[in-house]
């Protein structure tokens, strides 16, 4: 049986990875969980069943492998019933679940959804762990409280320290719960290594493209292939009660059209949202603005404001440049700033990676 460490350093040898201590440095947590999931368990009548072994909540800046080694620790769980899921992606297959338990009557509905999800894992490896949303604060202590009881194990990587999940959130004093929680039932590991490898991959790649026609649509693609790795799937954002769909998400990068984000009539929450749950985000086919599509330029105007504030990496192909891009009507005075903010944007190091 080989480790994760065997493996890891087998990839340092053949080029694919660098070697890092940083990284280094969390790999025996991995296979700690691994080795004890393996030992079999066993049965009979008066038989208790092993203490599961502590789960991993593997946090730190962007860009510095988080995800890619977990990625690696679930290929190597050999025949032990685990999944991977992005957390957006679970919570909302929750609240449908419990949607669907409702309608039967029962009095809480977290007990057989979460009694369903443990029957099928032994682990959870959950991608990105943040929280944004107030309905998701409000019932993830309990679903979890839930699952670690049945005994499944949680592996979890994300970009905040546990203390400042749901930070400055509605109500969060009925939250703080669920982060002692974190830190009861998982080891809390940073991965502080000073290199961000996706940072260093995008620098000197062009990140605004005009004209918005098939060589931008080609070349956008060439972007996300290389940084994301991965054909991706949507990511629905839970904002105000409203589920808001990006139709791209991998690893913090996200990929939507200007249309998705600008043509709905979407507001200041929504994009903030965005802005919170991705580190990178890639807007295809920017057009013209002006008085013909005045709402979807005012919209805009809103976006990029969200993601320059938080620091958020942009790449877009667009009809033109940023100042040629709101020439006539009114709002013309306003997007100059908008226009500075493409322009800035596009620096090389720009974004929230270079300050995670």
């Not at 032994?122 to 990105?128: I, S």
């Not at 605004?208 to 290389?226: G, L």
Request: aromatic share 8%.
């Amino acid at each position: 049986m080989t480790s994760l460490r065997e493996t890891y350093d087998a990839l340092i040898q053949d080029g694919t990875l660098h070697a890092d201590p940083a990284q280094e440095a969390v790999l025996a947590e991995f296979d700690r969980i691994r080795d004890a999931l393996l030992v079999p368990v066993k049965k009979g009548l008066f038989r208790k069943a092993p203490e599961p072994p502590m789960g991993l909540y593997l946090w730190g800046g962007v860009g510095r492998g988080k995800s890619m080694l977990m990625d690696m620790f679930v290929a190597h769980l050999e025949e032990i019933p685990s999944r991977r899921v992005h957390f957006h992606a679970f919570m909302q297959e929750i609240h449908a679940a419990m949607h669907e338990a409702r309608k039967t009557g029962v009095d809480d509905a977290i007990a057989p959804v979460a009694a369903d999800v443990a029957s099928s894992v032994r682990l959870l490896a959950f991608d990105e762990m943040q929280i944004t949303d107030i309905t998701d604060a409000m019932i993830v202590g309990r679903l979890f409280q839930a699952l670690f009881a049945a005994g499944v194990v949680v592996v979890t990587t994300s970009n905040r320290i546990p203390d400042a999940l749901y930070k400055d959130g509605l109500n969060r004093n009925l939250f703080v719960p669920f982060i002692e929680l974190i830190k009861e039932k998982m080891v809390v590991h940073e991965l502080a290594s000073p290199k961000d490898y996706r940072q260093d991959r995008l620098a000197g790649t062009q990140v605004y493209f005009t004209p918005a026609n098939a060589e931008a649509r080609a070349a956008m693609d060439a972007v996300w292939d290389d940084l994301a790795g991965d054909a991706g799937s949507p990511l629905t954002l839970r904002v105000k009660g409203r589920d808001v769909v990006i139709p791209q998400y991998h690893n913090a990068m996200a990929r939507a059209r200007f249309h998705d984000l600008c043509g709905k009539p979407l507001g200041p929450a929504d994009y903030l949202a965005l802005a919170e749950a991705v580190r990178v985000l890639m807007i295809d086919d920017i057009p013209s603005l002006g008085r013909t599509n005045f709402n979807e330029a005012k919209r805009f105007v809103t976006l990029i404001d969200a993601l320059y504030e938080a620091q958020v990496r942009l790449i877009c192909s667009a009809a033109a440049a940023p100042e040629m891009l709101y020439l006539e009507g009114e709002g013309t005075f306003e997007f100059e700033r908008t226009a500075s903010r493409l322009r800035e944007m596009q620096a090389e190091g720009w974004g929230k990676s270079t300050a995670d």
